[in-house]
């Protein structure tokens, strides 16, 4: 019996995979060319000097930051020792000018779950620095604050990182940057 059943579970498969391979495959419909636009990623400011030389690039100016230094950091309430972890710093909005035009400060959630993006203006983030040289990321409101300040959502107007002109709106608004958040005057 198990003999019968195993032959003809065999002619079965084997019949069903002949008629599945004469079947012809509908044919591929040929996909447009794709066109490339290309644009300047950072516009250099109108009173500096074009760069030829590649070698002067590789010097640090006093000033001048590693994003990839900060991003990721903690962002306290303070400066004191008191001071409290408030978010982190998640991502920085650069316009074509090359200047910083928002921070995206990620507050609540645990380990990255249910956490909510805030933008708030690149002037409200300082920097704090001991003299050991430890520094840290202050923006001067509280944890409440942050997580009642509506969300940042870079789905909403990003694709692949840039601004993707099908999702911003067609006014020529600058809404890329938030406006400050307001802050609790100090006591």
């Known amino acids: 019996m198990i003999k019968t059943l195993i032959a003809a579970t065999a002619s079965v498969a084997l ?13 591929a419909e040929t996909p ?5 636009t290309n644009k300047e990623l950072f516009k250099p400011m109108a009173a500096a000097p074009a760069v030829s ?7 640090a100016s006093e000033g001048q930051i590693l994003a990839s230094g900060f991003l990721g950091k903690a962002v306290y309430n ?6 409290e972890t408030i978010g982190d710093l998640n991502d920085l909005v650069i316009g ?25 203006s690149p002037s409200q983030l300082k920097l704090s620095v001991r003299s050991d ?21 870079r789905s ?8 993707d002109p099908m999702k911003t709106s067609a006014t020529k ?8 958040m307001e802050t609790p005057a100090k006591q």
Do not use: R
């Open 133 to 153: 040289g430890k520094s840290w990321l202050v923006v001067d409101t509280t944890k409440e604050q942050l997580k009642a300040a509506p969300g940042f959502d």
């Open 96 to 120: 074509q000018d090359g200047m910083v035009q928002a921070a995206i400060i990620g507050v609540g959630g645990f380990l990255g779950v249910g956490e909510k993006d805030v933008a708030m």
């Open 156 to 163: 909403a107007n990003f694709t692949d990182g840039m601004a």
């Open 173 to 180: 608004s600058d809404a890329s940057a938030p406006a400050p």
């Open 32 to 36: 447009a060319p794709l066109t490339v």
């Open 78 to 83: 303070g400066d004191g020792d008191n001071a």
């Open 15 to 27: 019949m069903s995979g002949t008629a599945l391979s004469q079947t012809a495959p509908a044919p």
């Open 53 to 59: 030389d590649v070698s002067s690039l590789t010097k």
